[in-house]
């Protein structure tokens, strides 16, 4: 049977008991776990929190995780598990988990590589979980916890940071997966900010932004503003300016608070 959606399945215990500790699991938690596969992550979870929802995308996958064909490799799960089959991306994450008032919801997966920023721009979308964390490609990990001035540092560092605190845990080498995947992994998490640095309704036009300035690194801010803003010379200088930013800077060594001061200054 071929590998199902490019999945790498993580069996190590050790490893997966760390991934559980980095979501502090307690006995009331609500946790939605994304891309369970073969339910590994999933068994070593479940009997330390309240319950789990877990969506898989894959249909044979939820089939064997859901009883069919079980056997040794697929112990049924926990009681206090439920499986549903469906898109991450497309699924509402509060609707699955019937979160109450009163509830607060943890996020925890195995991320696929190719729809990693998808998720972590979906799981960082208010309401937002009380912490989430992800198994992902290192390299995406060191580019969302960078700090200013890194060659890692960019618009996903600036994105993330400016609504949540990021840490990059610790790192899962290729060979701990099977099959192997080409790269090394690396356990991120996200605990979203009490007080954000931008509110929900600015959050797309402040990504453009940020994305805009990135696009032109190499450039001094004010150049790089008059385009993204289109500014004159004096009116970008001002901004600049007024955030409170060296006028000789580049992008990449602006901590995402002043971007978001220079964003604030802008005229709507």
Partial sequence: MPRPLGQHFLRDPAILDRIVDALDPRPDDIVLEIGPGEGTLTRRLAPRVGRVVA???????????????SGERYPPLPRNV?????????????RSTQLTAHS???????????ITSPLIEKALDPPVP?????LVQKEVADRVTAAPGSKAYGALSVGVQSVARAERLF??????FSPPPKVDSAVLRLTPLAGPLVG????????AFVVGLFGQRRKQLGRSLRD????????A?????GAGIDAGARVEAVAPPGLVRLFHTIPR
């Fill in 104 to 114: 607060a919801l943890k996020v925890i997966g195995n991320i696929p590589y190719q």
């Fill in 82 to 94: 439920t499986v549903l089959e469906g898109d991450a991306l497309d699924l509402d994450w509060h």
């Fill in 237 to 241: 200088a001002r901004m600049i300016e």
């Fill in 171 to 176: 790192t899962v080498k290729a060979g701990a």
């Fill in 200 to 207: 929900e309704a600015e959050r797309a036009p402040f990504r």
């Fill in 130 to 134: 009380a912490v989430i964390v992800f």
């Fill in 228 to 235: 993204v803003a289109s500014l004159d010379r004096e009116a």
């Fill in 55 to 69: 969506i898989e995308k894959d249909r044979r996958l939820v089939e064997k995780l859901g009883g069919a064909g």
